[in-house]
């Protein structure tokens, strides 16, 4: 594993904005790239990481962040409504992930991403009382 964890965000609104303040206090952790439909969220974000020695690339989809090879691990904070859509992308992807709560909606979209998970080498966590999550 590389001493420096590169780490993605998808969700760039309060929530998002908060795992960046946690991951810049966290030795070994750089966020290297950034993904939300909403300008001022991403614009906010970019502000928190203006002092940083490496500036985020800001995406505008999830696919293109994943695709990027920037992230070992991504975290999602997004509305609660998006987590299954999301995931389902990022469980593809050959990355960590930790997802704010709830991780899903539905029984439907969970035992989905139970089936998607299976086999899975790299880990999934979601939120509860943490602060960060170290892949």
């Not at 293109?64 to 975290?75: E, F, H, I, T």
């Amino acid at each position: 594993m590389n001493s420096i964890i590169r780490y993605g965000i998808i969700g760039c609104g309060s929530m998002g904005r908060e795992h960046i303040l946690n991951l810049q206090s966290t030795d070994g952790c750089v966020v290297t790239a950034l993904q939300d439909p909403h300008k001022p969220s991403i614009e906010a974000s970019l502000k928190l990481t203006s002092g940083s020695a490496v500036q985020p690339r800001v995406f505008d989809s999830v696919s293109a962040l994943l695709d990027s090879g920037l992230c070992d691990a991504v975290v999602i904070a997004t509305p609660n409504f998006t987590h299954a859509g999301i995931l389902k992308e990022v469980l593809a992807a050959d990355v960590h992930v930790l997802a704010e709560k709830p991780l899903v909606t539905t029984m439907e979209d969970g035992l989905d991403l139970v089936k998607r998970g299976k086999g899975r080498k790299k880990s999934l966590g979601w939120r509860k009382s943490i602060a960060t999550c170290r892949p």
